[in-house]
Every structure is written in structure tokens, then in C-alpha cells.
T-cell receptor
Framework: DAGITQSPRYKITETGRQVTLMCHQTWSHSYMFWYRQDLGHGLRLIYYSAAADITDKGEVPDGYVVSRSKTENFPLTLESATRSQTSVYFC??????????????FGEGSRLTVL | AQSVSQHNHHVILSEAASLELGCNYSYGGTVNLFWYVQYPGQHLQLLLKYFSGDPLVKGIKGFEAEFIKSKFSFNLRKPSVQWSDTAEYFCAVSGGFKTIFGAGTRLFVKA
């Protein structure tokens, strides 16, 4: 039972570079989410996806791009990284709308530092 | 606007002390309520959840929470904390598939 795997777990990059964080789930959950965790802010939703090829913005989408060509993958791309994007990023999934109670299953997180 | 407010950002307790972490939410319509826990260096895990029925719900490791609809609250409690409860605790609200989190409460339990 692999669950959700994120990669890389740790990444250091420079301002202006493009970075992609990968997320893969094995449960065939319909919904997938990207959150960022920052001290004092808890978790804030960046983007979410209800199914393959369906994505939508969350609370803090600026500077991020997502795609979902396959149900199991939900990569997050920072097109031009900024220092304010230094954070811990969590990918999560949940079941379909009809069955979903909102319970989330989280990956291990990706710690990104932008210098 | 939808929001979740956790009253305490940092809590320090001695082992065997009782714990209560406050959580209030603002959300229109029917909600599902959650407490997640994040142990140092780990990802978030579900502690307990409320969907309907008995407003007093029990979770793992002796934690419980009470949903008070009239107060829009979902406070987390534990009668006697242990050193291993040191972690960050997040209250969360979901109106369906989208979940909103509070800012978190960092609990440190002194041995």
C-alpha cells in the first residue's frame, strides 16, 4: 500500500528557476490537492483537481501551475521560483465527490528552499 | 468567507496534564470536521473526524472532540497528555471535497 509519494523530498533552487514537484497516488482517488505549509498560516490550498484534466485554483495559486493528465499524477510547477515560495509542500488526495467526506490522505511533503 | 480559527498557537504542558485545544469555524451549510496531527518531521495524519450523529467523537491515542453546532466549535481534548503527544495539531473543515485548515497549534509536552 504505497499511498501517496512525493518527490523530491528536499530541493534547493535559485530565484527564477523552474521547479516541479511530483505527486503520485496509488488509490485511484478522484481528488488531489496541493497545499503549502508555512509557520503561522497552517496549510493553504494552492490548486486542486477533481479528476484527470480538471484543475482549479485554491487560496494561493499565483506563481504555480498544475496539470493532471493521468488520475494518479498531479505535478506542481513553480515557473519562476521566488523566495516567498520557500515552504513545505504537501500533496493530498481524497475520494470521489459522491463518497468524499473531505478526509485527506497526505504525502510526506517536499521541503523547497529558494535562494 | 470560510475560515477556521484555532485559539492557541503554542501550548506547553507537563505530562499527565489535561489538554483542550479550541477550534471555531465559519462555513455556510453542512460541514465535516477534522483534527489532524503532525508529529515532528512527519506528514499530517487524521486524528479524528465528525460527519454526523453523536457530537462527541473519539479518535486515536485517547483524543476526543466535541462538536457544538450553536457555537461553531470543534474543540479537541485529552484527559492526560504524554510526551509522545508533542506535535502540531490542525483543525479542518470540509463542505464536501475542499478542506480548509486552521493555522495550527504547536503542543509541547514536558516529560
Amino acid at each position: 500500500d504505497a499511498g501517496i509519494t512525493q518527490s523530491p523530498r528536499y530541493k534547493i533552487t535559485e530565484t527564477g528557476r523552474q521547479v516541479t514537484l511530483m505527486c503520485h497516488q496509488t488509490w485511484s482517488h478522484s481528488y488531489m490537492f496541493w497545499y503549502r505549509q508555512d509557520l503561522g498560516h497552517g496549510l493553504r490550498l494552492i490548486y486542486y483537481s477533481a479528476a484527470a484534466d480538471i484543475t482549479d485554483k485554491g487560496e494561493v495559486p499565483d506563481g504555480y501551475v498544475v496539470s493532471r493528465s493521468k488520475t494518479e499524477n498531479f505535478p506542481l510547477t513553480l515557473e519562476s521560483a521566488t523566495r516567498s515560495q520557500t515552504s513545505v509542500y504537501f500533496c493530498a488526495s481524497s475520494e470521489s465527490r459522491d463518497r468524499s467526506t473531505g478526509e485527506l490522505f497526505f504525502g510526506e511533503g517536499s521541503r523547497l528552499t529558494v535562494l | 468567507a470560510q475560515s477556521v480559527s484555532q485559539h492557541n498557537h503554542h501550548v506547553i504542558l507537563s505530562e499527565a496534564a489535561s489538554l483542550e485545544l479550541g477550534c471555531n469555524y465559519s462555513y455556510g451549510g453542512t460541514v465535516n470536521l477534522f483534527w489532524y496531527v503532525q508529529y515532528p518531521g512527519q506528514h499530517l495524519q487524521l486524528l479524528l473526524k465528525y460527519f454526523s450523529g453523536d457530537p462527541l467523537v473519539k479518535g486515536i491515542k485517547g483524543f476526543e472532540a466535541e462538536f457544538i453546532k450553536s457555537k461553531f466549535s470543534f474543540n479537541l481534548r485529552k484527559p492526560s497528555v504524554q510526551w509522545s503527544d508533542t506535535a502540531e495539531y490542525f483543525c479542518a473543515v470540509s463542505g464536501g471535497f475542499k478542506t480548509i485548515f486552521g493555522a495550527g497549534t504547536r503542543l509541547f509536552v514536558k516529560a
